[in-house]
């Protein structure tokens, strides 16, 4: 299954504007949430170890996925907070 980068965007997009302003602690338990969810979604029928295979073997790739996002995510970041600072900066009091 291919996965649209546009509609993804679009999820992304409206997921950030719902945790803007939020503290990272309710963004970190509503994350844990979302992701216990999509997890507990996937299950092999009548076979609860192969379920917990399954599970595990999602989230071990979801989490290299979340480490390979870091790196450029939190360039993202840091270049918005300089941009930020220098706007502060050139405000006049």
Same mark, same amino acid.
């Given at each position: 299954?291919?996965?649209?980068?546009?509609?993804?965007?679009?999820?992304?997009?409206?997921?950030?504007? =719902?945790?803007? &302003?939020?503290?990272?602690?309710? #963004? &970190?338990?509503?994350?844990?949430?979302?992701?216990?969810?999509?997890?507990?979604?996937?299950?092999?029928?009548?076979?609860?170890?192969?379920?917990?295979?399954? $599970?595990? &073997?999602?989230?071990? #790739?979801?989490?290299? =996925?979340?480490?390979?996002?870091? $790196?450029?995510?939190?360039?993202?970041?840091? =270049? $918005?907070?300089? =941009? $930020? #600072?220098?706007?502060?900066?050139?405000?006049?009091?």
């Amino acid at each position: 299954m291919s996965i649209d980068p546009k509609e993804a965007a679009e999820i992304l997009n409206a997921c950030s504007k =719902a945790f803007d &302003g939020h503290s990272s602690e309710l #963004q &970190g338990a509503v994350l844990a949430d979302l992701l216990s969810m999509w997890l507990a979604a996937h299950r092999v029928v009548n076979d609860p170890e192969a379920t917990y295979r399954l $599970r595990e &073997g999602l989230l071990d #790739q979801h989490i290299k =996925a979340v480490v390979e996002l870091l $790196r450029p995510n939190d360039e993202i970041l840091n =270049a $918005r907070y300089k =941009a $930020r #600072q220098e706007r502060m900066k050139d405000k006049p009091n």
